[in-house]
């Protein structure tokens, strides 16, 4: 069972909703109740920090309330947010939001995992500290399904190695590091024994930052928006303001990325270019509109040109036949693996040579 | 190629096909996968679903292919069109061809034969006779080449040992039928990551994308209790092996490293990489949909069987992977590379006339470096 401190930690995972009802108090009170205002106020406050991309500062402090009040406080803000953000239905919002919400349980969730951590030796968990470490183990397994673990536990589970260290599988791993694009991400760059990869408390749940961020997303997705509360109208009307804020314009250069130069340089030249170098190129102009007859006659030079089979391959790519899906450019991680990638300063961090040259104004 | 010529190859890869039936068995979970054939001069035959041994062999004698696949795919319908089929999961492949491994001794058995006018010459950027840069290189990998493909094995099972948790009897081992070997790894935890996850694992695998951090050099605060201990276990013990080749030098080495500085560890870190990552071709483990040549089928790149290898030191595919008859037979060679088949040398050829076994024929013709006279 969570306790309150811990429903305030982490209000998205059980039913918030029912602390409120256990507390005595329905949602419609907030829009009324001058004493209850603080708390609408703090809510909104919630959603703004949020929306600029910062997180709010709860009155927890550490893993202590300031005080029992705030405890309460703390929960039915977060419920109020979402009664405030379901009421505007800004989906920008409700992402910033969850982001936010996730960020903010990330710091928690980091703090709980490595709650034992002393680098001088072996310690001794207590049973509230090896409860708190548990939870948050447990909260991971319940938002992203990654069952994590600790090496070198003894049988008692009571002593730990001290080490900030907690154990992923491999696979668990790689279904999420590859989202990342940190070269410290990558599998190579992590210390990896006996099918598992180690990871700081914070590498950790860096991880599954994502799904909590997905997580807390569904919560507010599949929770009931409300009829307008009395009261309320005021604030879901700078909401609606707010997220007017976030529409953003992209130009485009035109300028083409280097690895897709590199590769009509190649077959310019009647060098052989191979098949995942073809496989890009055709992708990648099929992509910026080019039609199967204007990309053909590239191919012309290639030492196995065969215009038959060109053809079909790229109407292929393009879905005009077989299957009918159309192929994308791969990304910039796969191209480096096949090495296709001849990245430039401009680059900057692109994931898809189809982001190439694309500025937001 | 001409009808003679694949008359007498598809004669005796059914030859061979009938007499080793034993030899060629369905993989387990057979109708969850997609089986696909090519025959010579034609395209790819695909989608198929084989329930037993048996379906499997009379489609052998019906189509006399020159190559047969299998996926390594589990599917729920793997005879539907691609995005229909529902994939599962997917068995861990690897691919190693003593092609990838920059080995010296290559240039000494490449041929090169020229797509305008056929002429074949060891000359490997341009035909000398017409002049044409639109050269099939064709190899005729020398026991260096397999030797080497051998340690590369042996390589990638220490990382899918030790650092990826996959028991030995998992992982099985094959000859490829041409110039290298075929890793299958099964019931892993691996079964169900995609191509992109497996993309990772190959980049793991081939000590690629490493930084100096890794291996315990830093751009700032530097520490030299970061950098590996001998004994340690994955890559940064296999680094250290490699760099401080003895634990006694390692101090030595460290305070080399440390007045390097940063960029020339990066330069070092991509030399390492190449002397002891595990060559693998990269495309085949990302591929989740690949059909994979089935073991116990002819390689038509050389009419060598694709055959599990017991005990891989000792294997030697020039005389255990070679099934076809000795039935003399009659053909014109141009061959200027001499090979072994069976514990006999052939070659050097040059536009002759000759009489030789089947399974030497099938192996220069496969090559197209002979023809039936």
């Known amino acids: 069972m969570l306790g309150a401190d811990q429903i305030a930690k982490y209000p998205f995972v059980k039913d918030a909703g029912q602390y409120l009802k256990d507390q005595g108090f329905k949602i419609e009170q907030f829009g009324i109740d001058l004493d209850l205002k ?34 309460p406080r703390e929960i039915f803000s977060f419920l109020l947010a979402i009664v405030l953000l379901k009421l505007s239905g800004r989906n920008t919002l409700i992402k910033r939001f969850a982001l936010a919400e996730a960020r903010r349980a990330e710091k928690h969730l980091e703090k709980d995992l490595s709650i034992s951590d002393n680098p001088t030796g072996n310690v001794i968990l207590d ?92 919560k507010i997705s599949i929770a009931k928006t409300p009829e307008m509360i009395p009261g309320l109208e005021n604030y879901v009307n700078k909401l609606i303001l707010l997220a007017k804020k976030f529409v953003t314009f992209t130009v485009d250069t035109g300028e083409y990325p280097p690895c897709i130069k590199h590769a009509t340089e190649v077959l310019e030249k009647g060098e052989n270019l191979p098949h995942s170098g073809r496989f890009m190129l055709a992708t990648f102009l099929l992509s910026k509109g080019q039609s199967v007859q204007q990309i053909a006659p590239l191919f012309k030079n290639a030492p196995d040109y065969n215009e038959r089979v060109t053809l079909y391959q790229l109407n292929h790519l393009a879905g005009t036949s077989g299957s009918g899906t159309q192929y994308t450019c791969p990304s910039c991680e796969k191209l480096k693996t096949q090495d296709l990638c001849f990245a430039i300063s401009e680059c900057d961090n692109i994931i898809n040579p189809l982001q190439f040259g694309r500025k937001k104004k | 190629m001409q009808e003679t010529n694949i008359q007498f190859l598809e004669d005796s890869f ?94 000494s058995h490449t041929i090169s034969i020229c797509n ?19 050269l099939e290189k064709k190899s005729l990998p020398c026991k260096n080449c397999i030797d080497a493909s051998k340690t590369e094995v042996s390589k990638l099972s220490e990382v899918l040992i030790d650092d990826l948790a996959i028991d030995r009897e998992n992982i099985q081992v ?11 790894v099964y019931n892993s935890q691996f079964q169900q990551i995609g191509s992109r996850e497996r993309s990772e694992l190959v980049d793991y695998i081939s000590l690629r994308g490493a930084i100096p951090e890794t291996f315990g050099m830093k751009k700032l605060k530097q520490n030299r209790a970061s950098f590996p201990d001998f004994d340690e276990k994955g890559w940064r013990g296999r680094f250290s092996k490699q760099v401080f080749g003895s634990k006694s030098k390692r101090s030595k080495i460290i305070t080399e490293l440390l ?115």
């Open chain 1, 127 to 218: 049973d509230e500290q090896k409860s708190i470490r548990n939870m948050a183990a447990k909260i991971i397994k319940e938002i992203s399904n990654v069952e994590i673990s600790k090496p070198k536990e003894t049988d008692e589970g009571n002593y730990t190695s001290g080490q900030d260290e907690w154990l992923v599988n491999v696979s668990d791993y790689l279904t999420r590091s590859i989202q990342f694009h940190e070269r410290e991400w990558k599998l190579i760059n992590r210390k990896v024994e006996n099918g598992k990869v180690y990871l700081s408390s914070h590498q950790t749940v860096r991880l599954i930052r994502k799904e909590l961020g997905a997580y807390i997303n569904s």
């Open chain 2, 259 to 373: 007045s390097n500085g940063y960029s020339s560890f990066q330069k070092m870190l991509d030399d390492v990489s190449e002397n002891i990552g595990v060559k693998i071709d990269p495309n085949v483990t990302m591929d989740i949909h690949r059909i994979f040549r089935l073991p116990g089928s002819i390689n038509s790149k050389s009419g060598l069987a694709k055959i599990h290898c017991d005990d891989l030191s000792k294997f030697d595919p020039y005389t255990e992977a070679s099934f076809l008859s000795d039935d003399s037979v009659e053909v014109f060679a141009n061959c200027p590379i001499e090979f072994r088949l069976k514990n006999k040398k052939f070659g050097p050829y040059i536009n002759e006339k000759i009489t030789m076994p089947t399974f030497a024929a099938v192996y220069m013709i496969c090559k197209k470096l002979a023809r039936i006279a």
């Open chain 2, 116 to 134: 305008e006018c056929n002429e074949v010459s060891k000359n490997l950027t341009r035909c000398l006779k017409c002049n044409s840069s639109k």
């Open chain 2, 174 to 184: 094959y000859f490829s039928g041409n110039e290298g070997f075929h890793v299958y």
């Open chain 1, 38 to 71: 603080p708390i609408v106020e703090k809510a909104f406050d919630r959603i703004k920090i949020a929306a600029d991309g910062k997180i709010y500062k709860s009155d927890l402090v550490g893993d202590q309330v300031s005080t029992q009040a705030a405890l």
């Open chain 2, 14 to 107: 059914k030859k061979y096909y009938f007499n080793h039936f034993d030899q060629i068995k369905v993989p387990e979970r057979t109708s969850e996968r997609e089986f696909g054939y090519q025959k010579f001069n034609s395209g790819m035959t695909r989608h198929i679903v084989i329930k037993d041994d048996k379906e499997l062999h009379l489609m052998l004698i019906q189509n006399a292919p020159s190559d047969v696949y299998c996926s390594n795919a589990y599917y729920t319908f793997p005879n539907s069109p691609m995005n229909e089929k529902d994939w599962k999961e997917a068995d861990l492949i690897f691919d190693i061809d003593a092609k990838d491994l920059n080995l010296s001794c290559r240039e």
